[in-house]
């Protein structure tokens, strides 16, 4: 049970180019989420979906696009990238997010992306 | 705006006992989360709680108070590998998660 697999784990970039991030689960969770971890900062939430085919916007959206056509694969796509994408990029997965219960999320293994 | 407080940075020592602050001012409750992240590390789930007071673990604990916005993560018989950065996060009443900066604990001998 591989969890949620992120590829790839760094990654250099020039200024204007573009790339996808990929994340994958295999517990057949419904949301997923794309997460920016800057220095001092807490976790900023760029996109989320909760299931195949519907995609939102979270806090910090802007310069990025996603795509949800399975269950399972949920990439990430900069376009013309600028140094403040410069940051560390989380997937991550979970069951639901409503109700009472815990709604914990699993973390794929992050991607350091620097962008020069 | 929605804001979560915790200190930067604590110290202490193998052995002894720690506790991580952690207030927030956000939009609506609905749980508080605990995640703990090594250097270099995805966020890994400690604990949850919904209503007031405390959650217990093994060596881990955490408490909450909803009238006053604040929790805490109770860490007893520290060990080395307990240096990590400790996160708090809250989910709001849109059921997303506000995350704190995070408290790097550093444990020393």
């Known amino acids: 049970n591989a969890g949620v697999t992120q590829t790839p784990k760094f990654r250099i970039l020039k200024i204007g180019q573009s790339m996808t991030l990929q994340c994958a689960q295999d517990m057949n969770h419904n949301y997923m989420y794309w997460y920016r971890q800057d220095p001092g900062m807490g976790l900023k939430l760029i996109y989320y979906s909760v299931g195949a085919g519907i995609t939102d916007k979270g806090e910090v959206p802007n310069g990025y696009n996603v795509s949800r056509s399975t269950t399972e694969d949920f990439p990430l796509r900069l376009e013309l990238a600028a140094p403040s994408q410069t940051s560390v990029y989380f997937c991550a997965s979970s069951y639901s997010t409503s109700g009472s219960g815990a709604n914990v999320l699993t973390f794929g293994a992050g991607s350091r992306l620097t962008v020069l | 705006g929605q804001n979560i407080d915790q200190p930067t940075e604590m110290t202490a020592t193998e052995g002894a006992i720690v506790q991580i602050n952690c207030t927030y001012q956000?939009?609506?409750?609905?749980?508080l989360f605990w995640y703990q992240q090594h250097a270099g590390e995805a966020p890994t789930f400690l604990s949850y709680?919904?209503l007031d007071g405390l959650e217990e673990k093994g060596r881990f604990s955490s408490f909450l108070s909803r009238s006053k916005g604040y929790s805490y993560l109770l860490l007893k018989e520290l060990q080395m590998k307990d240096s990590a950065s400790y996160l708090c996060?809250?989910?709001?009443?849109?059921?997303?998660?506000?995350w704190g900066a995070g408290t790097k604990l550093i444990i020393k001998p």
């Open positions: 709680n919904v």
């Open positions: 996060a809250v989910r709001d009443s849109n059921y997303q998660l506000i």
């Open positions: 956000t939009s609506g409750f609905n749980g």
